[in-house]
């Protein structure tokens, strides 16, 4: 499976954004989802995942309450809507799948979509 994120850019601290990973290949919901991502100096950490069926929902501590993912498995696509941004929620952001379920070390990932939060 193919995996191509969108949808970052520049925010201010407060706002609000929603990125976007679209999957081609094999069937789209077979796989587990997940969005991990990576700050400058630190190690990837895992952000929000979700079930083949989206039925299930995981999120890190530090997201918890502010971000949501969900996936449309008619559009190929998995979601990561982002509210109440932190400075500290700046990041590349990874797409990634694996049909066996989201572990922290997925399949297959996208090539991220960088996230800058102002103060």
């Known amino acids: 499976v193919q995996l191509q994120a969108s949808g970052g850019g520049l925010v201010q601290a407060g706002g609000s954004l929603r990125l976007s990973c679209a999957a081609s290949?094999?069937?789209?919901?077979?796989?587990?989802m997940g969005w991990f991502r990576q700050a400058p100096g630190k190690e990837r950490e895992f952000v929000a995942a979700i079930s083949w069926s989206g039925g299930s929902t995981y999120y890190a501590d530090s997201v918890k309450g502010r971000f949501t993912i969900s996936r449309d498995n008619a559009k190929n696509t998995v979601y990561l809507q982002m509210n109440s941004l932190k400075p500290e929620d700046t990041a590349v952001y990874y797409c990634?799948?694996?049909?066996?379920?989201?572990?922290?070390?997925?399949?297959?990932w996208g090539q991220g979509t960088l996230v800058t939060v102002s103060s």
């Open positions: 290949g094999r069937t789209f919901s077979s796989y587990a």
């Open positions: 990634a799948a694996d049909p066996r379920g989201m572990g922290s070390s997925p399949d297959y």
